[in-house]
């Protein structure tokens, strides 16, 4: 039987890492940003109702303008979320059904949060120091100090 692998862990800490490593080994990655990504296009209609045009950019939902509104702000969160996240759960399960004598690695930083731990045979939680963490966020994804720590 195929192992479902979970992996999980905070920003910046390697997660990514980590399942090229998996991945190196045989194992087929689903990466639930993709996923997330495609939840965005899937649900375009619900989330513009929702959160209006101001998260367009050039008639496509922008991930960056639609993150500056809802991650600073838990009950617009929580509406994307029930927007998002059923179809993202579903979406997964369908590829885990589709391979089944695959050995996946689940890339899910909000695996929890996403219901995805009933798939998964075994979790790894990747960890790294909070300097690492840190100067990792800050150089990829170009955020100041006190942002990455939040």
Known sequence: MALVLGIMGHFASGKTLAAEFFVRKGFFEIDADLVGKGALEANRTQIIEAFGD????????????????????????????????????????????????????????????????EFCGAVLWVDCPEETLIARGMERNQFPREKVKS
């Open 54 to 117: 101001a998260i367009l950019e050039k008639g496509v939902i922008s991930s960056k303008k639609l993150g500056n509104l809802v991650f600073c702000n838990a009950v617009l969160m929580e509406k994307l979320n029930r927007i998002v996240h059923p179809w993202m759960k579903e979406q997964i399960r369908l590829t885990i059904a589709a391979n089944p004598d695959q050995n996946i690695i689940l890339h899910a930083a909000i695996l929890p949060q996403l219901g995805l731990r």
